[in-house]
């Protein structure tokens, strides 16, 4: 089945479904082929909570760009311990791509993100058909639309259980499960990605005000679709 067909077929299923429901139904649609993908940011416990509530052994992905937070790092170790994940992947750059990039995010950061995310991230996903974001409509910009399953330009079914969340019921969340904070959140820091190209937002800013600010980026760009959402 193709990517489109599988994903009309999992919405015709799963629409009306979101969060922990709509993780356990995917998983269980396919079995082994599942994963999820996280920075381990800002908002990242919820989505990784609930995966952990799913199953443990759902593997997490995770790209280390070579230009992460220390402190993403350290939560990333935290958090994995904390919800009981014991299969998180870590992907990096080559040598070669990380020559490549250098400083570019300088001069060229869609080119950067390319070195240091995209091409890390379809090493990765091989053998995944599904992959499970943390990705929500109220970060605003492209994902003012977002829908829970979606086509990735990857051919990967794309699912955001926490797509039509507000912030309210993340926050929520947080607090409910007494899951921790990201280090960074403290000192303003919203939505988190590599250090040189992520500043902490003031509180009438976007949640994603932060990510490469001052220019007109605003994904890195493993999260393109195949087509427009409306077609499938
Ligand atoms: S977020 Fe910035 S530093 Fe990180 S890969 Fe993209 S351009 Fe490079």
């Known amino acids: 089945m193709n990517v ?3 994903v009309k077929a999992l919405r015709g299923v799963y629409a009306g479904l979101d969060g922990r429901d709509l993780i356990a139904s995917v998983a269980a649609a396919y079995p082994g082929r599942t994963a999820a993908i996280s920075s381990f940011g800002a908002e990242a416990a919820v989505l ?4 952990a509530q799913v199953d443990t052994a759902i593997p997490v992905l995770f790209i280390d760009t070579g230009e ?14 904390r919800l009981g994940l014991i299969d998180v992947r870590i992907v990096r750059p080559s040598p070669a791509e990380l020559a490549e990039a250098n ?9 950067c993100c390319n070195l240091r995310k995209v091409r890390p991230f379809e090493r990765l996903r091989t053998g995944f ?7 929500k409509r109220i970060h605003g910009g492209k994902r003012d639309a977002l829908q829970t399953i979606e086509a990735g330009e990857d051919g990967v079914i794309k699912v955001s259980p926490l797509a039509t969340w507000s912030q309210e019921r993340i926050d ?6 007494s899951l921790p904070r990201h280090p960074l959140v403290a000192q303003g820091y919203r939505s988190i990605g590599c250090w040189p190209c992520t500043r902490a937002v003031r509180p009438d800013e976007p949640i994603r005000a932060g990510r490469w600010a001052g220019s007109a980026k605003t994904e890195c760009g493993i999260h393109r679709l195949l087509i427009p959402d409306a077609v499938i």
Do not use: H, M, N
Request: hydrophobic residues 50%.
């Open 68 to 81: 992460l937070f220390d402190e993403t790092q350290a939560y990333r170790v935290t958090l994995a311990q």
């Open 103 to 111: 400083e570019l995010w300088l001069t060229d950061a869609d080119g």
């Open 4 to 6: 489109f067909d599988a």
């Open 129 to 135: 058909d599904v992959v499970i974001d943390g990705r």
């Open 172 to 177: 929520a969340a947080f607090e409910e499960r």
């Open 48 to 51: 990784l909570d609930l995966v």
